[in-house]
């Protein structure tokens, strides 16, 4: 079964606007990634941040770890027409590469 | 660096046959996973390889298999097809197992008739 699942499944902001993600895990994690995935393609890393973290910044985008709460929000701040993606955590554990994502959020950003 | 590529990136099969998928890693790469993704269950693992042999293997059915080679480029394979294995099917390396980030190929979309 999947580890993480992401809120809300939708979101739809207008450009310019904040947009603000959530996942929530089951297990320990060693570590949680946040994955952009455009339509029907590959997914690309975004950030990563390990469980002794508890917020990282890249760029446009801040993720929080609160591994008491087993939960993470990715922030993307001033959205653009671009971040229209689907945007997915995932945890891993120190026992190999085996991640588990979650069920995505669908972000649609209006220009 | 060449990412990760995968071949072919679109298939249609009927129901019965089997189909190989490939995957090539990115080079040095030693780390393979797939993973199905579909839109009722998501993202889910299916298996993953390192030095040409499975190390960790994802709830699915033995239709499912896989291989890697000498060179890391891998190999899965689903025999049987069924409706329910049209997904978009993806590919992911990464430099040695236990590696915090993976890198993910194109993706193979197959649909089953």
């Known amino acids: 079964s999947q580890q993480g699942e992401e809120d809300p499944q939708a979101l739809s902001i207008q450009e310019g606007e904040n947009a603000t993600m959530n996942c929530s895990y089951k297990?320990?994690?060693?570590?949680l990634q946040w994955y952009r995935q455009n339509s029907g393609r590959g997914l690309v890393h975004l950030i990563l941040?390990?469980?002794?973290?508890r917020e990282k910044h890249s760029g446009r985008l801040r993720v929080t770890l609160d591994t008491s709460k087993k939960s993470s929000s990715l922030l993307i701040t001033a959205s653009r027409a671009a971040d229209t993606a689907s945007y997915f955590c995932?945890?891993?554990?120190?026992?190999?590469?085996?991640?588990?994502f979650g069920t995505g959020t669908s972000l649609t950003v209006i220009p | 660096k060449a990412g990760v590529t995968q071949t072919p990136r679109y298939l249609i099969k009927t129901r019965g046959q089997q189909v190989t998928l490939s995957c090539s890693p990115i080079?040095?790469?030693?780390?393979v996973s797939w993973y199905q993704q579909t839109p009722g269950q998501g993202l889910q693992f299916l298996f993953e390889?390192?030095?040409?042999?499975?190390?960790n293997k994802g709830n699915f059915p033995g239709r499912f298999s896989g291989r890697q080679f000498s060179n890391s480029r891998s190999e899965m394979n689903v025999s049987t097809l069924e409706l329910g294995d049209s997904a978009l099917y993806l590919c992911?390396?990464?430099?040695?197992?236990?590696?915090?980030?993976?890198?993910f190929g194109p993706g193979t979309r197959l649909l089953v008739l």
């Open positions: 992911a390396s990464s430099l040695v197992r236990g590696a915090e980030t993976q890198y």
């Open positions: 297990t320990s994690i060693n570590n």
């Open positions: 941040i390990r469980s002794n973290e």
């Open positions: 995932a945890t891993g554990s120190n026992t190999g590469n085996q991640f588990y």
């Open positions: 080079s040095g790469h030693r780390s």
């Open positions: 390889y390192f030095s040409e042999t499975q190390r």
